[in-house]
């Protein structure tokens, strides 16, 4: 035996990761930003790229995903291009948690106006959703928004990340609203003029206007993480 003890001989299995496995999708966006964000909120991140990182059904290799922003007529010409297009369709529709953040809520949407011809969508939640809703890149601007649902009061907001950003024209039935931004800001033309909706819940899909991964907090991330731990259960 050569001086060996039985937990030499043999030793204790490594404990089983029961993380989350909750891919990026990485054609575009904030890969990196997203990945950390998930990491803080205790879920196992793995980059998303080809046909090949999805499975036929849910908690296969994915228990959930995340949609990046970017630019949408981009994304869903290199989803198309790359086979992810009708596999994440399927995934989507068979009850896969989603979150879609500023691109990743137009591809998410039912219906988008805006929209190029001929562009494809993954669907999932019943909304009208604008692109570009709050102007160009130029446009682009932060704000505290106070939404209960995603934590946020008046003595601790959530500081929301708005770049060439959608909004939702319409929620349909069973979607909840999340967050909107305060109306009457300054302003009577300016982006976030009324109070438009920026964060939307459909079941196990979850949708934001704005770059939650931005700025370190990870409220958005959290709600998220738990969203799919929930799923996991059922």
């Known amino acids: 035996m050569s001086g060996r ?3 030499a001989l043999f030793p204790a299995p490594s404990a ?8 990026v999708l990485a ?3 904030d890969v990196r ?3 950390l964000a998930l990491a803080a909120a205790g879920a196992r991140a793995v980059a998303v790229r080809s046909a090949r990182d999805l499975r036929s059904r849910p908690g296969e290799r994915l228990d959930g995903l995340i949609i990046p922003g970017g630019e949408s007529t981009t994304m869903s010409t290199l989803l198309a291009s790359f086979g992810m297009l009708q596999p994440l369709r399927g995934l989507i529709a068979a009850g896969l948690p989603a979150y ?3 691109a990743g809520m137009i591809l998410l949407a039912d219906r988008v106006e805006g929209a190029e011809e001929g562009q494809s969508f993954l669907g999932g939640i019943r909304m009208t959703v604008r692109r570009n809703a709050f ?3 130029v446009d682009s601007y932060e704000e505290d928004l106070v939404a209960p649902a995603l934590g ?4 601790h907001p959530l500081r ?4 060439r950003a959608p909004w939702v024209e319409e929620a349909g039935p069973g979607v909840e609203i999340l967050a909107t931004t305060r109306a009457g800001r300054a302003g009577t033309e300016g982006p976030g003029t009324g109070g438009r909706i920026v964060a939307v819940r459909q079941g196990p899909l979850l949708a934001t206007a704005f770059h939650p991964e931005v700025g370190g907090d990870h409220r958005v991330h959290d709600i998220f993480v738990g969203m799919v731990a929930a799923a996991r259960r059922r």
């Open 152 to 155: 946020a009061d008046e003595d």
């Open 160 to 163: 929301a990340v708005f770049i």
């Open 33 to 35: 930003e997203h990945s």
């Open 27 to 29: 054609l575009q966006g």
């Open 5 to 7: 003890t039985p937990r």
């Open 16 to 23: 089983i990761d029961q993380r989350p496995t909750i891919g």
């Open 100 to 102: 879609g953040s500023c």
């Open 135 to 137: 102007g160009r890149q």
